[in-house]
């Protein structure tokens, strides 16, 4: 026994919608766009029925989950099948086409009830970092040029100022060469305390070449066995700010090698503050004055 489209689309209609009448998610399943991207009331009011769907068969196995098999049209042509199996929380959707050309032309048709408030036109004088987050992301630029960065890694002008995969490269090959060196280091806490002007070293590798930057790591040992609550290692300065690099005290006291989750970037102040830190910490480290 087989059931062939053209034997489905022969069958008598059991119901005919309009494809702007409540359609849901139909519309993302059959036409790519959703009820947010059309403007539905003016297809209701223009009564456009150019596309229809075609309920043909259905099933209802309880008042949450049914099965209905529609076949859609423009303009009085078919143009493909629409399946929709299960509940509002869970359904298994399929689309077919058996006329492309006819498809074609109905996408075409809903694109014309696009709403046109989503459609922002610009020239090329538009600045694309003016758009701010985009997500958790913002458009950033390093030495290397721009790319989608977290958007805590940038500075307000757009500017990369940590460059978080340079940074996990150099982490991750002084873990390695430290349980080669050391099987047990990450268990002794006591010893991140001498490793902090490695911690430095790691953290200073995610600073981008182009930024002026004061290594600063202001720990000493008569100050006591505990670190501030956020340590600083280091400073660096874009035009419109500076910024600091620190660790909490929590993250390097838990493991001598685990340490990145505690790891911070923040503005702390205007671009002249980084002369301050300069003056008080630049010899160390041979970091570069600004």
Known sequence: MK???SELYAMPDRGVSPWHDGWGRSL???FGVTD??????????ARDERILRHEKMSHHRDRDYSTVISVMSFDGKPFGIYVTAGSDDHQENHFLVTDRAAYDAALLHVQTFRRQD???????????LSLGSLGSAVIAKGPEGYDLVSDEYAARDGTLVFD?????DAHYAYVQKSRIEDPGSDERKGLMLDRLPDVTEI??????????????NDWKPERGKRLPKD???AVAATDEGTYAYTVKADALEVSALRWEWGLDVNRIGGPEL?????????HQGGAPKP
């Open 3 to 5: 059931l062939k489209p």
């Open 28 to 30: 993302e399943d059959v």
């Open 36 to 45: 947010e991207q059309i403007d539905i009331e003016a297809a209701y009011e």
């Open 118 to 128: 989503l459609v922002r036109e610009i020239g090329d004088d538009f600045d694309l």
């Open 164 to 168: 978080h995969a340079a940074f996990s």
């Open 203 to 216: 953290v200073r590798a995610g600073i981008p070449a182009n930024l002026p930057y004061v290594v600063v």
């Open 231 to 233: 340590w600083i290692a």
């Open 274 to 282: 980084l002369q301050q830190y300069a003056d008080k910490y630049g």
